[in-house]
């Protein structure tokens, strides 16, 4: 009995974990490593110049990828970092690099968050069938 409690407990406690770390992740990918991500796909930097420019700029949500099309010059891509006080923008090649780029990052975390529970999980097997057995 006690033996299927304990798995139960594990199981609750992976699912838990898990929970959290789908959750980080998808909230690290919107913080501030965004603006690397989006450096590194092709995006460009730049600061806002003309009234208009700054009209537009302030008009953006900050900190969201927004897709903008323009007469004649296509569809393109913009995410405003308002402590910065630039956009990035760039075009759909860029933007599908960006998605590209936040799947492998998504991907690295999960095995590095996997590699630090099979870590915590092995100190915890140590040793249980020694002395150590009945401290639980």
């Not at 304990?6 to 406690?13: D, G, Q, Y």
């Not at 838990?16 to 909230?27: E, P």
């Not at 799947?103 to 999980?121: C, G, K, L, P």
């Amino acid at each position: 009995m006690t033996t299927t409690l304990r798995t139960s407990n594990i199981v609750i406690l992976l699912a838990a974990v898990t929970g959290a770390v789908l959750l980080a992740g998808c909230a690290s990918v919107g913080s501030g490593n965004t603006t690397s991500l989006l450096t590194a796909a092709g995006f460009r930097a730049r600061t806002p110049q003309t009234p208009k420019q700054q009209e537009l700029y302030a008009a953006l949500p900050p900190y969201k990828v927004q897709q903008a099309t323009v007469p004649g010059k296509g569809v393109f891509y913009v995410y405003k970092d308002a402590n910065a006080g630039v956009a990035y923008i760039g075009r759909e090649a860029e933007y599908q690099q960006y998605k590209q780029l936040c799947v492998q990052q998504q991907i690295a975390s999960d095995y590095y968050m996997a590699a630090q529970m099979n870590t915590v999980y092995a100190r915890g097997w140590y040793g249980a069938w020694g002395p150590r057995a009945f401290l639980w």
